[in-house]
């Protein structure tokens, strides 16, 4: 084989590669929402990416860091409007309410108990395995700010980031999603 078309092969090996770098499939989500039955959404399609080899990113914000919440956050440290933004917010994914049918807290209880039933893992089970499992999930350090919310009272095991970090992941994926 000549020198020219070693260096053929190695240019035609080069752009396959390029290519194959190019075209990953990860996924990026935002979850902009703090309602239980988008948030499960948001997870279970999360850990199926995850369950099928993809990298995962879900960016949290605004409402949908309720999601995060530990159930025992206090107003400690928060001026007066962060701890009413804290007290009216729910707290942590056994407290969220439903996108329709909430009927005053029922329907999120009435889901609750027909996913036990059909033997559906709850939303904080979800979260766990998420976090457990690799899924990067970044809370939005602006709306954190905004609403009065510290890092202490979110769960463990997720980072801290602002928009750069959404679109740093959304850039090398393939699908991402706003729910």
Not at 118 to 132: G, M, P, R, W, Y
Request: proline residues 3%; hydrophobic residues 45%.
């Amino acid at each position: 084989m000549s020198a020219d078309a070693v260096q053929d092969k190695i240019k035609e090996l080069e752009e396959r590669l390029a290519k194959v770098e190019g075209n990953r499939s990860n996924m990026t989500m935002v979850l902009f929402s703090g309602d239980f039955d988008k948030a499960m959404a948001a997870f279970i399609i999360a850990n199926g990416a995850l369950a099928m080899g993809k990298e995962v990113t879900i960016f949290v914000t605004f409402w949908g860091l309720d999601v995060l919440k530990k159930p025992t956050m206090t107003g400690a440290g928060k001026n007066v409007l962060e701890k009413m933004v804290t007290m009216m917010r729910p707290k942590g994914p056994a407290k969220l309410p439903t996108s329709k049918m909430n009927f005053a807290g029922i329907g999120p209880k009435l889901f609750h108990y027909m996913m036990g039933k059909k033997n559906v893992t709850s939303l904080q089970n979800l979260v766990d395995t998420a976090v457990e499992f690799g899924v990067r999930i970044v809370a939005c350090q602006m709306s954190m700010d905004v609403m009065g919310i510290k890092r202490e009272d979110l769960m463990d095991g997720i980072e801290f980031g602002g928009v750069a970090a959404f679109l740093g992941s959304s850039f090398d994926s393939n699908t991402t999603l706003f729910i």
